[in-house]
C-alpha cells in the first residue's frame, strides 16, 4: 500500500486505521484505472494523493486537486509524480477544457454546491470527457440525475460485498472484497459511474 499507511492528516489517518473503508475506496480508483489509461487526468477530492498515485499509474499525467492545505502538502511530499494544488473544488484552477478525465471517488456527497461541482468538472473536460465518480449509495445523492445536465450516464455500477466479507475480519480485508455489478444499484454500498461530457 505504500506511503498512505504513513499519512499524517486526520483524514488519512482515520481512513487508513479503518481498514474497511480505505478497501472501499481503494476498490474503487482500481475499477477506474481503465477509463483513465493514457489520459491527463484531473482529481477532484484527492485527499493525501493515494488515490492519484493509483491512478498515476496508468495516466499520462494526474492533477491532484484538493481544499486542504494539510492534505496537499502530505500528497505532494509522499507522490511527487503528482501535480498537487489546493483548490475549492467549485472554482478548479484549471483552463476549459484541458483534461481529458475527471476522477472524484467518494467526494461528491461532501460537497455543498453539488451541481457547482458537477459544472467544473464539466468544464475543465474536454469535448467529450470522461467523469469518473463514486459516491456512497445512502440516498442523499441521486448521481444519474445530478450528472444530467452535463453529463450523459455511460455506466453505473453499485459496488457490492463478496459474501466471504461478510464472515472476515475488517482488518484483514482487501479490494478483492468488492465487486461491481452494472445497473443492480439497490442493495450497493456505493455507486459507480462513468458519465461522458455532452
Known sequence: MG????????????????NYRFRRHE???????????????????AGEGYGAD??????????AVDPDAAAC??????YPGLTVTRANLTELPIADGSV?????LQTVHRLADRPGFVAE??????????????????GEVDLP?????????????GVH???????????????????????????ALDLFAIAIRI
Open 73 to 78: 502538502e502530505y500528497a505532494a511530499k509522499a
Open 121 to 138: 468538472c464539466a468544464r475543465v473536460l474536454r469535448s467529450a470527457g470522461t467523469l469518473v465518480v463514486s459516491t456512497p449509495n445512502s
Open 54 to 63: 493509483i491512478l498515476s499509474r496508468v495516466a499520462r499525467r494526474v492533477i
Open 3 to 18: 506511503p498512505a499507511r504513513r499519512c499524517t492528516t486526520v483524514r488519512a489517518v482515520e481512513i487508513v486505521a479503518d
Open 161 to 187: 460485498p463478496r459474501r466471504r466479507l461478510r464472515r472476515r475480519n475488517p482488518a484483514t480485508v482487501s479490494h478483492r472484497d468488492f465487486h461491481f455489478a452494472e445497473n443492480t444499484t439497490d442493495d
Open 100 to 104: 481529458e478525465a475527471v476522477v472524484s
Open 27 to 45: 476498490v474503487a480508483y482500481l475499477a477506474a484505472r481503465p477509463w483513465i489509461r493514457g489520459a491527463t487526468v484531473l482529481e477532484a477530492g
Open 145 to 157: 440525475d445530478l450528472l444530467a445536465p452535463h453529463f450523459r450516464v455511460d455506466r453505473l455500477y
